[in-house]
């Protein structure tokens, strides 16, 4: 079935720097690439997604990049701020309508 | 008000003994999840609900079964659980089975086994 790899399992920047989350998948027929994000000890909520008709969409801060010969998308996050510090964790929804996780990238903005 | 609503929120369970999570939604979403969440391993899935009794297994369904027997609500069961069920349970909820719905999830169900 789909498998989803996420490739950073940490990742510290300073505050103000970017940060790149990589992930790839292995079904060239996924079309939906959404990102969540968990705050330490809290549940998971959405914060972006890219479909597979574009391969690039920003709100504010964050930017999805998608590379669908490469079968791999990417969750850039600019400008980062202590709230940032967070799991962040890439999906995919797969022909099957099922949403598959990857293991999560723990993003640590130091001051 | 968009609300999933797991109950327990924590639970202490001997082995062999059954659990029951339960997970409540507001938004008459059609489509309901259950995950669990292990240090290292990411969300993985344990079922995934269409609609009322039409489920499905997710990646690893082994030692679990579930019930939707009303849209709103989805139940996770253990029938005598054991201990490397130990984890946080997630239940989730979106729209419809089509893709490119966002996910709603719970606060989380942590099960300990003993």
């Known amino acids: 079935g789909e498998k989803v790899e996420q490739h950073e399992s940490t990742l510290s920047v300073r505050e103000g720097d970017s940060a790149v989350i990589n992930c790839t998948y292995t079904?060239?027929?996924?079309?939906?690439f959404p990102w969540y994000k968990q705050e330490a000890g809290k549940s998971l909520h959405f914060v972006i997604d890219?479909?597979?008709?574009?391969d690039r969409k920003q709100s504010q801060r964050l930017i999805v990049l998608l590379d669908k010969k490469a079968k791999r998308f990417s969750l850039h996050i600019t400008a980062t701020q202590p709230e940032d510090s967070a799991i962040y964790f890439c999906?995919?929804?797969?022909?099957?309508?099922?949403?598959?996780f990857g293991k999560g990238t723990h993003l640590h903005v130091l001051p | 008000d968009m609300k999933v609503t797991q109950m327990p929120r924590y639970l202490i369970k001997r082995m062999g003994e059954n659990v029951l999570l339960e997970c409540g939604q507001d938004m008459s979403h059609e489509t309901m999840y259950w995950y669990r969440q292990d240090p290292g391993l990411g969300l993985q899935l344990i079922y995934i609900s269409y609609d009322v009794d039409s489920n499905s297994e997710g990646d690893i369904p082994k030692g679990y079964r579930v019930s939707r027997k009303k849209r709103e609500h989805f139940s996770l069961i253990l029938d005598s659980a054991k201990t490397n069920q130990t984890s946080v349970y997630f239940c989730a909820s979106s729209l419809r089975i089509y893709s490119g719905n966002t996910l709603y999830f719970g606060e989380g169900s942590r099960l300990i086994v003993v």
């Open positions: 079904d060239t027929a996924s079309s939906y």
């Open positions: 999906a995919v929804d797969t022909n099957a309508y099922k949403v598959i």
């Open positions: 890219i479909r597979s008709n574009v």
